[in-house]
């Protein structure tokens, strides 16, 4: 079940109606049974690893918690993590390390055939994450170990932000989990809202420039020059509005039932450094590597040369995280390198500083385009489907540059899935310009405005009048896709981080 | 506050069902029709046939086959009976076909069905014929099966798009025996068909086969054909179930399947059977452009055969 279907728009007024009139012992049990009930709408057996991942980690937790021992804790620890680790390596590395060392067993005559043909779990990455950071928090001492299994349980599975985030802490949702939540309007209202943006974005942009890029991207060869860098640029949205969307959606679902989930964006693409888009982009994955990984190797604390070793191991793992394949190591290695340069620069060049507040502005107006120009370089990688086609993407897009061919190309590309019908090709470009510029201004207020505050706030700023407006705009535009997306495009609709 | 919530929520329902109502609207009525020389247009037109002629009447349904293979005036002067033809295509999905019927049955009326085998099945209706035959003719819509809803509301967007291109940019033209500009004002396709169009022999991979089996019967469509016979029968009409015509090369059933499939349909319908399916096998000669399709001669025999089969059963019942 994806947040942006029927099945979700019927299941999700249910589960919030009955859990609000619930008797409250059993309120924390229907949640649970209903975030299984959520994954099971998938390959129901998956829901097994997720079980035994929940168990294995609960367990471990209770015997950290029981002894003083630091060996035994470490060693309970240890396992867990090699126990969950594994399952992830097995259902989602396995075939890219085979096929990795596959020509070296070649080369010694040793011939096998070990593909697994065992599907991906959907949201194993996150809720393995979950229950690790669960059980290195109670090994560290920062929680005590949940004993009601239920509230642990519901922790791991929590719908919302099951399949692709955000990855809470335990210590920010383990204590919600523990409390019945009553029925609340402002923050039902505030819910209403984030998942009406989410579902903008996701519907109304991510799944309408697709069209463009996945044509461009599935067929690299056809293409050079403006295509491919306009290509590059819709992607840039496409993954942002994809991703930033499902959170909104998962916030706003959360935030209806009562629960408060941690931030993942805060306007990543107006980051004046690649650190900084860190610290706005995707914000609960980074935020993990750096307290689980990061810091225990060490972090900032054994000297420059380990720092940036330990930075470019955590890119690298990033990278890997997000994908089974070396476009997606190599998008995690090149971010590793732009943060080493940056660090490497601060070390050693003296920052430009202007007394003119103008030129200040217009210094910090470069340095995001700057920065915007690097993330979109790396994102060629991140989409390309091989690393083939990555450097086809990196060579051509330069050849050729003409806005006559680019607006063939554009035709060219989404005709067929336009019916290739003038008026729709109209619609579907002053939609594509009219909403990204939306997303813009959004963004620039949340940003300069609201400083990062979330976005729903500026709703309450307006009148009553103006604030329908938007809902009703919103929500016409964005079912008006969704019928397009079904009738016309036959996309899924799936959202991207789901293949993580 | 969950008072206001639920009231607010409704209200803006409400909004949201009026502009997707205006929008609806506004394309279909507001925008001149674009379709109407198509032949899907001509539902329109068959189905104001139906209307218009009085009781008592023969009512004919089928898909194309119907459309290609019945002289409804020749029906009219050898039965005596007035005929109306409501064949058309079998992409409108049988059951919606057959709905319009009920736009105007009447007492003493005689409404004969004859799907084409693979309706058997099943009905697949075919969203984008239903809304560009419809058009402007919004009425029409009430005899969209439920179950299709969805498939109609998938499609519209893709109708708007094609109707504001024919529209505003290049209108769109139908020429043709697949255009309006095709029939006469019975509803009957005049349109020249002296010979067959299709290659010999001819290709099952591109022109398809016809399988007659009890296997190809559905319950559902079963169960549908006999609540519209008790529907029929309440309206003081009488349903009979008649064949298509199916073009010899490419029937793959044997003698036997054909006999049986007959005696399934027999036991299963309340309604009669006045036909016998192994007399509509025809040679290619009287085809014309595709396996259901008869051209100028096929359509004169399989009239005859029809009326026939209608004068034999009319004896039998006074």
Redesign the interface.
Known sequence: MVFNSVKFLVFFPIVVLAYFIMPNKVKKLFLLVASYYFYMCWIPKYVVLMLFSTISTYLTGFLIDKTESPKKRKISLAINIVVNLGILFVFKYFNFFYDSIKPILDVFNINTDFQSSLLLPVGISFYTFHALGYSIDVYRKTIRHERNFINYALFVSFFPQLVAGPIARAKDLIPQCRENHS???DR??RGLRLILIGMFKKVVIADVVAVYVNQVFNNVQMYTGAALILAVFLFSIQIYCDFSGYTDIALGSAEILGFELMENFKTPYLSTSIGQFWSRWHISLTSWFRDYIYIPLGGNRKGLVRKYINIFIIFCLSGLWHGAAWTFVIWGVLHGLFRICEELIKQFVHPLEFKSHILQKFKDAVKIIFTYCLVCFAWIFFRANTLHDALYVIKNMFSGISFSLLKLNIRDAVNIN??N????FR?YIISVAVSIMALFLMDIYKAYVLHNENVIGMFDKMKRVNR?LI??SF??IT??YF??Q???FKQTGQFIYFRF | ??K??VLKGLL?IT??II??AFIFFGITKVVPPQFTDSYNYMINDKYDNLIKTKSPKIIFISGSSGTFGINSEMIKKETGIDCTNLALHAGFGMKFQTEISKGNISKGDIVVISYEYAQWSGTNLQAELVVTGIDNNIKMYKYVPKKNYIDI??????YI??K??SA???PMKFDGVYSRKAFNKRGDLVFKRSECIMPSPISIDKYGKILINKSIVSDEIIEYVNDFNNYVKSRQATLLVSFPPALKDVVVSSKNEIIEFQSYLDKKLDAPIISNAEDYVFKREYFYNSIYHLNDNGELKRTKLLTRDINKYLATIK
Not at chain 2, 153 to 158: A, D, G, W
């Open positions: 029925f609340d309007y039902t209202i336009l019916l019908s003038g008026t729709f619609f329908w809902y009703w929500c016409v079912i008006f019928i397009i079904h009738g016309i | 506050m969950v206001k919530l803006f909004l949201i502009t997707f509301t998938k499609y519209f967007p893709t798009f094609k504001l291109d505003y940019i290049t």
